[in-house]
T-cell receptor, first 116, second 110 residues
Framework: KAGVTQTPRYLIKTRGQQVTLSCSPISGHRSVSWYQQTPGQGLQFLFEYFSETQRNKGNFPGRFSGRQFSNSRSEMNVSTLELGDSALYLC???????????????FGPGTRLTVL | QKEVEQDPGPLSVPEGAIVSLNCTYSNSAFQYFMWYRQYSRKGPELLMYTYSSGNKEDGRFTAQVDKSSKYISLFIRDSQPSDSATYLCAMSAGDDKIIFGKGTRLHILP
């Protein structure tokens, strides 16, 4: 069974640009969560999708957005990139809502975004 | 006070030693506790999952939860160089939100 895949794995952008990251969950998983990981702040929750609906959003500005498609694949978009957006962006998938599947949430390898 | 506190390390121990990793938390509503291991350039992988208080053992790993002290621990017995990684604690109150510690970097010295 294939794991969570994220594309691209590495990305370099300049300030002011926008970026779209993609996450393909494990087959059969319907929940996708996105996290930002930085050395200073650790893993911070961005948003969570279940059945194409955003259920929760973390404390991030509106420049960060996402969506989920009918096949459960998800994308996140960051507009008007800032230097501080440089981070590892991780997505995690679970069979259902995270509240019922804490022990079945699997992370992808992440997308390393560098903003110059 | 942050919801979850975790010493960032690095923690260096000789091969074969017992490793103790810890997190403290402030939210008494947390009931679900997880430990993740993250190797460099990889995503976190779930190591241990515990509901409520008590101990759970899986091979060389033991997770302990003390809800009265708001303190959780992960013990690694007979540590190996392959255990060198960042260990993240995580917890939830049973809603959709999972709060992570910042992680402890562990180095096992051969």
């Amino acid at each position: 069974k294939a794991g969570v895949t994220q594309t691209p794995r590495y990305l370099i952008k300049t300030r002011g640009q926008q970026v779209t990251l993609s996450c393909s969950p494990i087959s059969g998983h319907r929940s996708v969560s996105w996290y930002q990981q930085t050395p200073g702040q650790g893993l911070q929750f961005l948003f969570e999708y279940f059945s194409e609906t955003q259920r929760n959003k973390g404390n991030f500005p509106g420049r960060f957005s996402g969506r989920q498609f009918s096949n459960s694949r998800s994308e996140m978009n960051v507009s008007t990139l800032e230097l501080g957006d440089s981070a590892l962006y991780l997505c995690a998938s679970a069979p259902g809502l995270p509240m019922g599947y804490y022990n079945e949430q699997f992370f992808g390898p992440g997308t390393r975004l560098t903003v110059l | 006070q942050k919801e979850v506190e975790q010493d960032p390390g690095p923690l260096s121990v000789p091969e074969g030693a017992i490793v103790s990793l810890n997190c403290t938390y402030s939210n008494s509503a947390f009931q679900y506790f997880m430990w993740y291991r993250q190797y460099s350039r990889k995503g976190p992988e779930l190591l241990m999952y515990t509901y409520s208080s008590g101990n759970k053992e899986d091979g060389r790993f033991t997770a302990q939860v003390d809800k009265s002290s708001k303190y959780i621990s992960l013990f690694i017995r007979d540590s190996q160089p392959s255990d060198s990684a960042t260990y993240l604690c995580a917890m939830s109150a049973g809603d959709d939100k999972i709060i992570f510690g910042k992680g402890t970097r562990l180095h096992i010295l051969p």
